[in-house]
């Protein structure tokens, strides 16, 4: 590896981690602690029947996905900025989004002093309950700033692509597509085709049901460690589904069994 591309690798890794670092210095200032006249409270239901997808796209709060036995999604966001929540249907796909402006993590009338929290003051918590048996054509999860806690989510396709903070998201999946943020991604499930990993700055560990036999892995090394079942690599090139990870700075873990 030559001197200028050891350069390039650095540099890259410092501009992440600062950029992380703002981020989540204007989420630790601002959004995590809003006053109660700055906030509302949204709840909202759709249909089964009118949706095959999901898109989120949540910026900066603590999302929870669980199970209902209700027909129906049911949406409730908490302690959110007004006018920047929305939950809607669109072309068969639920979307939820939650993206305040910078403007709002800095604002005057929003900004507490770390260690010092007000008895009025809270976190932005969005929560969406998926009826049971539900299951997606695709599911997409942009994420934010915070911490995400998915109970259960069936999908034929997972497209994930972290952000800053923890995500334990447990389901049953066809394909994976996960692009690592800064933080710590815990899967949980069951897999049965392609696994595309994209390491980023943090944790990625994968506990999933399934039949490693089924892959031909593939690994590009980053600044960190990777394992699959315990080895650091694996190839058998007549199997019908791939794994590829390009690793990160962290350790990627992957079990399959």
Known sequence: MNKTFKF????GIILIL??????????ALGERHLSASSVSVDI????????????????AARLNIK????????????????????????GGTLMVSYNPKLSSFLSIGNISVLGITSANKTEAVITIYIPEGTV???????????????????????????????????GDFGELDINAGIGIIKLTGSIERDISING???????????????Y????????????I??????????APYKLTVSGGVGSIDININ
């Open 67 to 90: 199970k209902t036995h209700e027909n129906e999604f049911q949406i409730e966001a908490q302690y959110v900025l007004e006018g920047q929540f929305n939950a809607e249907i669109s």
């Open 136 to 170: 997606f054509k695709n599911a997409e999860i942009n994420g934010g700033v915070g911490e995400y806690s998915i109970e259960y989510l069936n999908a034929e396709k997972l497209k994930f692509n972290g952000g800053i903070g923890e995500y334990n998201i447990h």
């Open 229 to 238: 079942n315990g080895d650091t690599s694996r190839s058998n090139p007549d």
């Open 216 to 227: 031909n892995v593939t690994v590009n090394g980053g600044i960190g460690g990777v394992t």
């Open 44 to 59: 909202q239901s759709f249909e089964k029947s009118e949706a095959d997808n999901l898109k989120l796209d949540i910026g």
């Open 200 to 214: 980023g700055v943090g944790e990625i560990k994968l506990d999933m049901a399934g039949d490693l036999n089924n």
């Open 18 to 27: 600062l950029g992380g670092l703002v981020y989540g210095a204007a989420y």
């Open 8 to 11: 390039v690798i650095i540099t």
